[in-house]
């Protein structure tokens, strides 16, 4: 009788709870790993343990009690399934299963953005100038030795995600309480704002650019084309998210430099999520996550290439495959609508309509006429998505602009009016 094989799974949420299907698929049984006994609140419902053969959980006791009780699965590698378990995962794999993840050393680099800049610079990479502190004072002194007083610049925690609380500083314009509104703030994935990060604003398109690394090999999964707009000192609020082909000239530009900054954060197996901004001086990193892409992007990228960040994890961990590309199979764009004020809903059914355009694949709608929803400020306070795909891309860019023209006329009942 064949052993059991088991796939341990750290933090399996957001995208991560896709794990569990992938390797079950393939005959493995799924173990969930989890900093705690509950997931955070932004990622709460993706949380499912019931899919899981068993959890374990960290708690107040250390990595190496953790990776005992591991033993039994006899894992030969792990993957984590979210931002949240990037350190924990790279910990327990340099315990369980040493050689088979990143780097350990550069375990900050991957998870803190103020880290990754400095492995940049030593790295000798192009990167935006920025310094994190919890000194307001210092941070005072560095902006104003780089000239940036004068400048635009931004202001976010060096240790969250999905545009939480990203935030964009004009030229003259208080700081200040932004920084105090950060600085100590429980973020997104449950962790602590210690510090605060300012940069110098980034200004061009932006690019997300997904990889699979295989022993410091990097292959593309797929290259997207950004658009985001800003609300008051917010920006980062997602419009569209754009495939590319992999011939693309802003693709032949962007992934040699996203390479090289795989390369300097010691990511050297597993799925890269980088968001790079192309300025008139060429590429520079926003950041890189090392784990897989998302907010469902692992389904759209399915949907535009027949592959997946998912996918290639399984492949590799379990035949020891690499692909170094991907094929557009269809032209995709997943739009997001946001809702301009936080309130009650009044016209929901404006959307009605959309199921019937030509190039109609999917919608989410979690809210409806008469809900109270949020104002929508970053990844996870959308109002809903809609994905369109298919050969033409001219027919997409219509559909677009009628979704785009429809989302205009959303009325909210503000909660202040």
């Not at 780089?146 to 939480?164: C, H, I, N, Y």
């Not at 999520?273 to 907010?295: N, Q, Y």
């Amino acid at each position: 009788m064949q052993e059991q094989r088991y796939a341990v799974i750290v933090e399996p949420v957001s995208t991560g709870h896709e794990y569990a299907g992938a390797f079950r698929a393939e005959g493995l049984e799924p173990i969930a790993v989890m900093m705690a006994d509950h997931a955070v609140d932004a990622v709460h419902d993706t949380w499912h343990p019931e899919n899981f053969a068993a959890v374990h959980v960290l708690g107040d006791r250390s990595v190496e009690d953790l990776a005992e009780e591991l033993r039994r699965y006899r894992p030969q590698w792990l993957v984590a399934g979210s931002e949240m378990g990037v350190e924990l995962c790279d910990a327990l794999t340099a315990v369980l299963c040493p050689g088979t993840g990143n780097e350990l050393a550069s375990t900050l680099d991957r998870r803190d953005k103020w880290h990754m800049a400095q492995a940049l610079a030593r790295a000798g990479l192009p990167h935006l100038r920025q310094f994190c502190s919890a000194d307001r004072d210092a941070i005072e002194a560095w902006i104003a030795e780089q000239g940036l007083a004068g400048e635009r610049f931004v202001v976010k925690p060096p240790k969250s995600g999905a545009t939480d609380d990203v935030h964009l500083i004009l030229p003259g314009e208080d700081w200040h309480p932004v920084f105090d509104r950060i600085l100590g703030k429980i973020n997104h994935t449950g962790v602590r704002n210690d510090a605060v990060l300012v940069q110098e604003f980034g200004e061009g398109t932006e690019f997300l650019v997904d990889t699979y690394s295989v022993d410091g090999r990097h292959g593309l999964v797929d290259v997207c084309r950004y658009a985001k707009h800003r609300r008051d000192d917010r920006i980062g609020i997602y419009e569209r998210v754009q495939f590319l082909a992999p011939d693309d000239p802003d693709v032949a530009e962007v992934a040699p430099y996203v390479f090289a900054v795989l390369d300097a954060l010691g990511v050297r197996n597993g799925p890269g999520h980088s968001e790079v901004m192309l300025t008139k001086h060429g590429p520079r990193l926003m950041e890189t996550a090392a784990r897989p892409a998302g907010g469902g992007h692992q389904m759209i990228t399915r949907m535009s290439t027949g592959d997946s960040q998912i996918a290639r994890t399984v492949a590799h961990r379990l035949r020891g495959e690499f692909r170094p590309g991907y094929a557009l199979r269809q032209h995709l764009s997943a739009v997001f609508i946001s809702s301009p004020a936080a309130g009650i809903w009044r016209n929901g059914d404006i959307f009605d309509g959309v199921d019937a355009l030509p190039t109609f694949v999917d919608k989410h709608f979690p809210h409806g006429t008469g809900d109270l929803v949020p104002a929508t400020d970053d990844l996870v306070t959308y109002l809903a998505w809609v994905i369109l795909a298919g050969p033409d891309p001219d027919q997409i860019e219509a559909d677009y602009q009628r979704i785009k023209a429809i989302e205009s006329r959303i009325e909210i009942e503000r909660e202040d009016a």
